[in-house]
């Protein structure tokens, strides 16, 4: 389960002129990575992504083996070049050989958006030692390995660098995701200082629930309820923030951990 699987989208020589993003964890069109893809396209970025179907397999919503070209689709409609691979992340191996292809097909590359994740909900005293492992495998530490090869890897302009997490403060009966994903957030803010030779912003988005297929209905009527807006938070919300990030304008914004979630616990 360490291979890649490409799906070429369409190459318009060496340099499209357009700043490249690789985004992960697209596996569904349902998702805030999806938004993601496809709002930068829009904003003007050509769009690498990454995918795991093996992981939608497990979950409640199942797999969806269109997405990936759907979202290729998407992306080339706005005049964006695009270069899906499913990768298996919990291989050390993979964020190099990730960064080497996107590289070869598309350039260099200037944002990461790390919307990967492993999920299974368990506590303290249900969790396995494997998930446990694979959660911070999947979560903490190929954060670390993709970061790492960005910042090994970087060529863009100081100051047009981006690397953007999206993480969760789940932690009682979500054990091994929120722990991770807290690592992940240690991570993602240690690269501000890190990478600061490189001119490379750094922030993690907290979300919050976020309606992408996982809900149940008296869980999307709690959540609402509790949220001042009065609405579930959907993955358009989370893609106009990242956007932000990535842009010049959300250039001084700079090792932040953002709640972005309606106001949900106020």
Same mark, same amino acid.
């Given at each position: 389960?360490?291979? =890649?699987?490409?799906?070429?989208?369409?190459?318009?020589?060496? $340099?499209? !002129?357009?700043?490249?993003?690789?985004?992960?964890?697209?596996?569904?069109?349902? !998702?805030?990575?999806?938004?993601?893809?496809?709002?930068?396209?829009?904003?003007?970025?050509?769009?690498?992504?990454?995918?795991?179907?093996?992981?939608?397999?497990?979950?409640?919503? !199942?797999? =969806? %083996? =269109? #997405?990936?070209?759907? &979202?290729?689709?998407?992306? =080339?409609?706005?005049?964006?070049?695009?270069?899906?691979?499913?990768?298996? &992340?919990?291989?050390?191996?993979? %964020?190099?050989?990730?960064?080497?292809?996107?590289?070869?097909?598309? +350039?260099?590359?200037?944002?990461?958006?790390?919307?990967?994740?492993?999920?299974?909900?368990?506590?303290?005293?249900?969790?396995?030692?494997?998930?446990?492992?694979?959660?911070? #495998?999947?979560?903490?530490?190929?954060?670390?390995?993709?970061?790492?090869?960005?910042?090994?890897?970087?060529? +863009?302009?100081?100051?047009?660098?981006?690397?953007?997490?999206?993480?969760?403060?789940?932690?009682?009966?979500?054990? %091994?995701?929120?722990?991770?994903?807290?690592?992940?957030?240690?991570?993602?803010?240690?690269?501000?200082?890190?990478?600061?030779?490189?001119?490379?912003?750094?922030? #993690?988005?907290?979300?919050?629930?976020? $309606?992408?297929?996982?809900?149940?209905?008296?869980?999307?009527?709690?959540?609402?309820?509790?949220? %001042?807006? +009065?609405? &579930?938070?959907?993955?358009?919300?989370?893609?106009?923030?990242?956007?932000?990030?990535?842009?010049?304008?959300? !250039?001084?914004?700079? +090792?932040?951990?953002?709640?972005?979630?309606?106001?949900?616990?106020?």
């Amino acid at each position: 389960m360490s291979g =890649e699987k490409h799906l070429e989208g369409r190459q318009d020589g060496e $340099d499209s !002129g357009r700043p490249l993003a690789l985004v992960t964890g697209a596996g569904r069109t349902a !998702g805030i990575a999806a938004s993601v893809v496809v709002d930068l396209a829009r904003d003007g970025w050509d769009v690498a992504f990454t995918y795991w179907t093996p992981y939608d397999a497990r979950m409640q919503w !199942g797999t =969806e %083996p =269109e #997405a990936p070209e759907e &979202l290729r689709k998407q992306v =080339e409609a706005l005049g964006a070049r695009t270069y899906a691979i499913e990768a298996d &992340l919990s291989d050390p191996a993979v %964020p190099a050989r990730l960064f080497d292809g996107v590289e070869r097909e598309l +350039g260099n590359v200037t944002a990461l958006v790390l919307c990967h994740c492993e999920s299974v909900d368990s506590g303290l005293l249900d969790t396995t030692v494997e998930s446990f492992d694979l959660h911070f #495998a999947v979560n903490a530490r190929a954060t670390w390995l993709l970061i790492r090869e960005y910042g090994l890897r970087f060529r +863009g302009r100081h100051g047009s660098g981006r690397i953007v997490s999206l993480t969760s403060d789940h932690t009682a009966g979500n054990l %091994p995701y929120g722990a991770s994903k807290g690592a992940m957030d240690r991570i993602t803010l240690a690269a501000t200082r890190e990478l600061a030779h490189l001119g490379v912003t750094c922030n #993690a988005i907290n979300p919050g629930p976020t $309606d992408t297929g996982w809900m149940t209905e008296e869980q999307k009527t709690d959540t609402a309820r509790f949220t %001042p807006l +009065g609405r &579930l938070g959907v993955p358009q919300d989370c893609a106009n923030l990242v956007t932000f990030l990535c842009s010049a304008e959300g !250039g001084w914004i700079n +090792g932040q951990l953002l709640r972005s979630n309606g106001g949900l616990g106020m």
